[in-house]
């Protein structure tokens, strides 16, 4: 049987890193939901919109790396290396990569396949959905069954609706 451990994660917490790993995933889309959505009710071109989804997703992963090695030094009295900081590394490349998939849609919008607002808001739906699909694979891996699964999933993307919704109220 194959050992399918990640070299860089110790015994026993690999669950416990993809969840964080998961988390860091799931609150840069629910972020990046609220970029696309202000920035599709803005009067921003492919330019503006792609550097304020790069520099939203560059700024997270900061701010995460920032936070995950002040509190190491404060509890550990030095600053985190080698392992503790691959691991660091490792957690938080969700907040960089959720900027692949509303760049992606950007760049049509930039070469005329679609307009910059469908970009966004697509990239908002698809935003949407992964909060779905998260919300019921989770509910089915704990055994709940197809229809807990949904509800879980649904709840999941009432969140991220909820929040394209709060930022289109306030019209920014």
């Known amino acids: 049987m194959a050992d399918d451990r ?29 970029v696309v959505v202000g920035l599709s009710l803005g009067d921003v071109g492919p330019l503006g919109a792609v550097a304020t989804v790069l520099t939203t997703a560059l700024g997270l992963w900061l701010a995460a790396f ?5 509190a190491h030094r404060t509890v550990h009295r030095q600053l985190a290396t080698g392992h503790e900081l691959r691991r660091m590394l490792y ?17 049509l919008a930039a070469l005329d ?43 999941d993307a009432a969140i991220g609706v909820a929040v394209a919704l709060v930022k289109a109220a306030a019209g920014h």
């Open 6 to 34: 990640r070299a860089d994660v110790p015994p026993g917490t690999e669950a416990a890193v993809l969840a964080e790993r998961l988390k860091e995933r799931i609150y840069a889309t629910i972020t990046m939901i609220a």
């Open 66 to 70: 920032v936070a995950d090695q002040q």
């Open 91 to 107: 957690v938080s490349s969700p907040l960089l990569s959720c900027a692949v998939g509303p760049a992606v849609l950007i760049a």
């Open 113 to 155: 396949v679609l307009s910059l607002h469908a970009a966004l808001l697509t990239a908002a739906g698809v935003g949407v959905l992964s909060l779905f699909l998260w919300g019921c694979l989770g509910g089915l891996r704990m055994g709940g069954g197809a229809l807990a699964a949904t509800v879980a999933g649904l709840a």
